[in-house]
């Protein structure tokens, strides 16, 4: 079992950069295929980015990609979200979670339910 805890969140203007980590304990997180969240007010937790255990794969949401990149330094036991050119509409909690399941790709991957480990969340607030 893994347990992850995210940071890095706050509040930044419009066209900034902030960088997420998820710092994973319990396990390696090389056991792991990796995601990142998000969930705004009112709405349904939605999908942002993923990796693959080697670090080799990625997927992202059309509404990130280009601005935002998914890494993983095993070293550290950390993945990280950079998030650049930020706009309102990123405001959200940001998630990571854990899959530990031998399914990879971008429609599996992209899936709430795919995930078995959570994080609580970092607050990231975008404004204009």
């Known amino acids: 079992q893994v347990q992850l805890v995210e940071s890095g969140g706050g509040l930044v203007q419009a066209g900034g950069s902030l960088r997420l980590s998820c710092a994973a304990s319990?396990?390696?997180?090389?056991?792991?295929?990796m995601g990142w969240f998000r969930q705004a007010p009112g709405k349904e937790r939605e999908f942002v980015a993923a990796?693959?255990?080697?670090?080799?794969?990625?997927y992202y949401a059309d509404s990130v990609k280009g601005r935002f990149t998914i890494s993983t330094d095993n070293t550290k036991n950390t993945v990280y979200l950079q998030m650049n050119s930020l706009k309102p509409e990123d405001t959200a909690i940001y998630y990571c979670?854990?899959?530990?399941?031998?399914?990879?790709?971008?429609?599996?991957?992209?899936?709430?339910?795919?995930?078995?480990?959570w994080g609580l969340g970092t607050q990231v607030t975008v404004s204009s």
């Open positions: 979670a854990a899959d530990s399941s031998k399914f990879y790709g971008s429609r599996w991957s992209s899936v709430v339910g795919s995930y078995d480990y």
């Open positions: 319990g396990r390696t997180l090389s056991s792991y295929h």
């Open positions: 990796i693959n255990q080697s670090g080799g794969a990625t």
